[in-house]
């Protein structure tokens, strides 16, 4: 079963307003996440992470909270802008294995 | 949901060996399956998509005589090193996408890595 689990495979914010993609992982034991940005026909590029001794990371306007008892963590991009359009990837780690969570296709609307 | 596995976890091997790595689809058929390469902070650099029964199509810089992909049935591919050397050490992750979905929705292997002595 998946791991990393990205449940809206979609998300429509206009230019200006906030982005919140969401993802949820169901082991404890992971200790390290990230969010990977994607255009098409290139791999993901790496974006922001965070560490699971904390709940917050932020560099410029993107925010990545983590909640470890709800095993929930969010990217906040704030304000959004058309060129933040693309599938983004969350994804955890433990120990040697990288599991990432299926995608939300993010669209800036102008 | 749908996994995808990858085996083996780890393989260390000796210079000029050549390692083969498997991608699965364990509970659907994979139209297309991808292969990736982690370098450093960690970004993925596509290698090659691989389309069940047809030849792979190989990112720029990427050498097909090296990287052997083969795509045999709509649930595994696999990822042959050839003759592998120490800057070959890598993580390689394979994504498949799932045959009826929109393309979009990847599921990712858990990855290999591959530590060339």
């Known amino acids: 079963d998946q791991q990393v689990k990205q449940n809206s495979p979609s998300l429509s914010v206009q230019e200006g307003r906030i982005s919140i993609l969401n993802c949820d992982y169901t082991n404890s034991m992971f200790d390290y996440f990230l969010w990977y940005k994607k255009y098409p026909a290139e791999g993901p590029t790496f974006l922001i992470s965070i560490s699971s001794i904390k709940d917050k990371n932020e560099d410029g306007r993107f925010t990545v909270f983590l909640n470890k008892s709800a095993k929930h963590l969010s990217l906040h991009i704030v304000p959004s802008q058309p060129g933040d359009s693309a599938v983004y990837f969350c994804a955890a780690t433990g120990a040697n294995n990288l599991f990432f969570g299926t995608g939300t296709r993010l669209t800036v609307i102008p | 949901g749908a996994v995808v596995s990858q085996h083996p976890s780890w393989v260390i091997c000796k210079s000029g060996t050549s390692v083969k790595i498997e991608c699965r689809s364990l509970d659907f058929q994979a139209t297309t399956m991808f292969w990736y390469r982690q370098f450093p902070k960690q970004s993925l650099m596509l290698m090659a998509t691989s389309n069940e029964g047809s030849k792979a199509t190989y990112e720029q810089g990427v050498e097909k005589d090296k990287f052997l992909i083969n795509h045999a049935s709509l649930t595994l591919s696999t990822l042959t090193v050839t003759s592998a050397h120490p800057e070959d050490s890598s993580f390689y992750i394979c994504?498949?996408?799932?045959?009826?979905?929109?393309?979009?929705?990847?599921?990712f292997g858990p990855g290999t890595r591959l530590l060339v002595l």
């Open positions: 994504s498949a996408t799932q045959e009826g979905g929109s393309g979009e929705t990847q599921y």
